[in-house]
């Protein structure tokens, strides 16, 4: 006889898969978590779809960084802006993977695709784009286009919606400053993607407006004067840099 768990029976049997007993405790542990090949989801979303992983693990570690240094339970303190130099350097990863971990924690999580010039969480979350910040920075959208994230209890993304011919100027208008102020009440923790910052200057305007700023630096690509220039930027905007990720 084999001292073993029922899980680890089941397996030896044949009865269950490793990740049918992953779904099993998710389900046991009420933790959200995505089935692969059943969500319109990306897998690039990882933090979605495994928690025994070094890489959600690291994300972990980020999240209990952020609650410390930011996310406090203070209403004037739960949205924060993604910034990166360039395209390319894991800022939209970031902050996907980012809103699914604090959905996980049990926090109201909303993700913002602030980049409305190379939008890209509609298709990392299966979303539908005709309809997003764009409009209703434009006034011909409401707060309601939020969108549930189907399996992803606890977590809703505002995606950037159409192309618009004037970005810059729409995020610069007192009407998102009083979006993100009607946001804050009915969510936890806001979470915004935004634009290259040494390729724009929209990301300045966004971290003016959520007031903190979350760096992302890629390993041998960026290039540390345009991250000086970024940590610059946001101490000009008298908003806080929270941290930086590489």
Request: with cysteine; charged share 20%; hydrophobic share 45%.
């Amino acid at each position: 006889e084999e001292d073993l768990r029922f899980g680890d029976a089941a397996i030896k049997l044949g009865l269950l898969t490793r990740a049918d007993i992953i779904v099993a405790l998710a389900h046991q542990f009420d933790h959200p978590f995505l089935e692969r090949g059943a969500s319109k989801v990306s897998e690039e979303v990882v933090a979605a779809y495994t928690f025994f992983n070094p890489q959600v693990e690291a994300l972990r570690a980020l999240r209990a960084q952020l609650s410390l240094r930011w996310f406090d339970g203070d209403p004037l303190r739960n949205v924060l802006a993604i910034l990166s130099a360039e395209r390319g350097e894991g800022r939209s990863f970031i902050a996907a993977n980012l809103a699914v971990i604090f959905s996980q924690l049990g926090e109201r999580t909303l993700l913002i695709d602030a980049d409305l010039r190379n939008p890209r969480q509609h298709d990392l979350f299966g979303l539908d784009n005709r309809a997003g910040l764009s409009a209703v920075l434009s006034g011909r959208g409401r707060p309601d286009t939020v969108q549930h994230v189907a399996g992803l209890l606890g977590l809703s993304v505002l995606t950037a919606g159409g192309l618009p011919p004037n970005p810059l100027e729409l995020l610069a208008r007192p009407l998102f400053s009083r979006l993100l102020a009607e946001l804050r009440q009915k969510f936890d923790v806001i979470i915004l993607d935004s634009p290259a910052a040494s390729e724009y200057a929209d990301a300045q305007t966004v971290t003016v407006r959520t007031g903190a700023a979350l760096v992302v630096v890629r390993k041998n690509a960026a290039r540390m004067w345009k991250v000086r220039g970024i940590s610059d930027s946001v101490t000009h905007c008298r908003a806080t840099v929270v941290g930086t990720v590489l």
